[in-house]
């Protein structure tokens, strides 16, 4: 039987510690360091050259081996295809004999050697959150994606060293030893640092005696960026206090430096969360205000990656389910508790703008009641429970050249979790009086589950959130969390006094197919929904839409033309499938969904106006 590629990977991993034992277990009671050196070739190539040192050896040979993933971005990117010009040595030069053992691992033989010396090359051009750029503008290095590891060994601290280019800057969430040498404790620390070197503009404040640094890469329009740290300033003020209590330390934050790396760059977006360090992309200026469709505005949207990114610092890095932590490098690591994790996340990122002031009540429920309505859409809601879309997050970019059904049948735990993160919160409040809160739950499973701890079970999360609210909530995450139930949202946002209307358009016609703009200018269905008018006519993936009753039609005028339409009308459609011209007859049907609006009842309770204010952190 041939195993899947991960799996057999994971199995590879698991050899050494048997076969390789002699080689390891020495080295490890040693705990000598792992150096790095980072050097740049000519920015045109993008290419790096990485030296990775090695002593305290012993055996037949070392395994070294290029992550497949990177923590918080779970989908397998295969970093191995990066690498090239790999070699290996002794300390005196002698070339060692290597081979690979599987897509990601080098094994290096010994020979009697102690010590070794890798060498290998590093191609990146691509700016997002797991991957490394370089060129001439700057160089960005995610941990995962440059560093190899000494297999069965990560456990052993590190050194770096690097020689920037002139005129260019370092920017780390890792330990500055001296100029240019950064250390780390062990390897998942170490890949847990982004880098950015470039000439970089900065700006630091201090908040409860840790320093944070606003660290801009900006190619687009330079902008002052003053008032945006200011309000990154306020996000800071409001997430640090939550969880100040269950730190311990002589400071609110578990860290003396917290380093945010932005980016604005045409085409890159979105964040990675890190130990005391975030990465974020943003493809607009920072003075843009254009309209955005979740958030406002784009620059209410910088606010909430922003925020989003931070709590995270607490939220999976610190907090986190048992599998993700020590990482496993190899190959898929699953957890139903993605809701939790990134969820959650998102539920206090936005909250966090109200509570800070930088974001109006009154938009906060209009973001939320659309974030409701595209929710309730999702036809992967009678397929996949909350935490179903959790384990299954992997299978989105699998063997992603594949057609598949997953748009169907998936959605993001981001908005379901966002979402059960307000129906909890709310029933806390109401069991208790609204003298706890979904605060006091993390904070819980903080002080039991985060590090030195192993993390938590899905059964731990239930099992607070009962002690939280003084009641068996076990129900709640059997029927929602669990199961695929219709969520009650009335029932439970009415609790923060908060009502729910429902808006249908049953004079709206329907057609139950995604569209995108072909190459051509013509309407390409990219998905078609399950049960929709577009089903039922023979609409198939990939048409793409010529003309409507003989006249032709581009992507605009297509869309107009069935926005014309009303429920029962039918259209003449001209498409090209597979280079054939086809025609059919589709019936549209009417807009089945529901568009809700969140308003404040209008004479509430004294236990409502207590929690709808003290969850909005209203005075």
């Known amino acids: 039987m041939r195993w899947p590629r991960f799996l057999h990977r994971a199995l590879l991993h698991a050899l050494p510690v048997v076969a390789l034992a002699g080689a390891l277990a020495p080295a490890a009671g040693a705990a000598e360091p792992v150096t790095y050196e980072l050097h740049f070739e000519r920015p045109n190539t993008h290419l790096l050259a990485i030296t990775v040192r090695v002593s305290?050896?012993?055996?037949?040979?070392?395994e070294f081996a290029m992550p497949a993933w990177a923590p918080g971005a779970y989908t397998i990117n295969e970093y191995a295809k990066m690498v090239q010009e790999f070699s290996a040595s002794g300390t005196d030069g002698r070339p060692l004999a290597w081979r690979k053992t599987d897509e990601q691992?080098?094994?290096?033989?010994?020979?009697?050697?102690?010590?070794?010396?890798?060498?290998?090359?590093?191609?990146?051009?691509?700016?997002?959150?797991?991957?490394?750029?370089?060129?001439?503008?700057?160089?960005?290095?995610?941990?995962?994606?440059?560093?190899?590891?000494?297999?069965?060994?990560?456990?052993?601290?590190v050194q770096l060293n690097i020689q920037a280019p002139p005129g260019w800057r370092i920017a780390t969430g890792l330990e500055r030893a001296s100029e240019g040498v950064f250390a780390a404790p062990d390897y998942d620390t170490f890949a847990d640092a982004p880098i950015e070197i470039s000439d970089f503009a900065e700006k630091t404040f201090t908040v409860d005696g840790t320093t944070y640094h606003i660290v801009v890469h900006d190619v687009m329009g330079r902008n002052d960026f003053a008032p945006f740290s200011a309000d990154t300033k306020k996000i800071v003020q409001t997430i640090v206090p939550m969880y100040a209590a269950t730190t311990g330390g002589r400071r609110p934050a578990p860290f003396a430096e917290y380093w945010f790396l932005f980016h604005l760059w045409p085409g890159a977006e979105g964040g990675l969360e890190h130990l005391n360090s975030t990465q974020i992309n943003f493809t607009t200026e920072w003075s843009s205000t254009q309209p955005a469709k979740r958030w406002g505005n784009d620059y209410v949207t910088k606010l909430f990656v922003t925020a989003h990114e931070f709590y995270h610092a607490w939220n999976v890095k610190r907090l986190r389910p048992k599998p993700l932590g020590p990482f496993d490098y190899s190959r898929p690591v699953l957890t139903p508790s993605l809701?939790?994790?990134?969820g959650l996340t998102s539920y206090y990122g936005e909250l966090a703008l109200?509570?800070?002031?930088?974001?109006?009540?009154?938009?906060?429920?209009?973001?939320?009641?659309?974030?409701?309505t595209g929710f309730e859409q999702e036809p992967g809601r009678r397929e996949r429970s909350i935490e179903e879309t959790s384990w299954d997050t992997w299978l989105?970019?699998?063997?992603?050249?594949?057609?598949?059904?997953?748009?169907?049948?998936?959605?993001?735990?981001?908005?379901?979790?966002?979402?059960?993160?307000?129906?909890?919160?709310?029933?806390i409040r109401q069991a208790t009086h609204n003298e706890k809160s979904l605060d006091d739950w993390m904070r819980l499973l903080y002080e039991r589950h985060a590090p030195p701890r192993p993390g938590?079970?899905?059964?731990?999360?239930?099992?607070?959130?009962?002690?939280?609210?003084?009641?068996?909530?076990?129900?709640?995450?059997?029927?929602?969390?669990?199961?695929?139930?219709?969520?009650?949202y009335e029932t439970y946002f009415g609790y923060a006094g908060t009502r729910i209307e429902k808006f249908v358009h049953p004079e709206a016609a329907w057609l139950g197919a995604t569209l995108r703009r072909n190459d051509d200018g013509h309407a390409r269905i990219s998905n078609i929904l399950p049960g929709s008018p577009a089903e039922r006519g023979g609409l198939d993936r990939g048409d793409v839409i010529?003309?409507?009753?003989?006249?032709?039609?581009?992507?605009?005028?297509?869309?107009?033309?069935?926005?014309?339409?009303?429920?029962?009308?039918?259209?003449?459609?001209?498409?090209?499938?597979?280079?054939?011209?086809?025609?059919?007859?589709?019936?549209?049907?009417?807009?089945?969904?529901?568009?809700?609006?969140?308003?404040?009842?209008?004479?509430?309770?004294?236990?409502?106006?207590?929690?709808y204010r003290s969850w909005l952190g209203l005075r």
């Open 354 to 372: 109200v509570r800070a002031g930088l974001v109006r009540p009154e938009a906060y429920l209009d973001s939320v009641a659309r974030l409701i």
């Open 456 to 488: 938590f079970e899905p059964d731990d999360a239930v099992r607070a959130a009962s002690e939280v609210a003084g009641r068996d909530m076990s129900d709640f995450f059997r029927r929602y969390i669990r199961g695929k139930e219709p969520l009650p």
């Open 339 to 342: 809701w939790i994790s990134e």
């Open 546 to 611: 010529v003309a409507v009753e003989n006249k032709a039609v581009n992507e605009e005028e297509f869309a107009r033309a069935v926005g014309a339409r009303r429920p029962g009308d039918t259209l003449k459609l001209t498409l090209i499938r597979a280079g054939e011209l086809k025609q059919l007859l589709v019936t549209l049907g009417a807009d089945p969904y529901v568009t809700y609006v969140l308003r404040p009842v209008e004479n509430p309770t004294d236990l409502q106006k207590k929690i």
């Open 56 to 62: 305290g050896l012993a055996g037949h040979a070392a």
């Open 396 to 427: 989105r970019f699998s063997n992603s050249t594949t057609e598949s059904n997953f748009s169907n049948v998936w959605y993001s735990y981001y908005d379901g979790g966002q979402i059960a993160g307000h129906l909890l919160d709310f029933a």
């Open 105 to 157: 691992t080098w094994r290096v033989e010994l020979g009697g050697a102690t010590a070794a010396i890798v060498r290998y090359k590093l191609y990146g051009n691509r700016l997002a959150n797991a991957w490394v750029q370089y060129n001439d503008r700057h160089a960005h290095i995610p941990g995962p994606a440059a560093w190899m590891y000494l297999v069965g060994g990560k456990e052993r601290p």
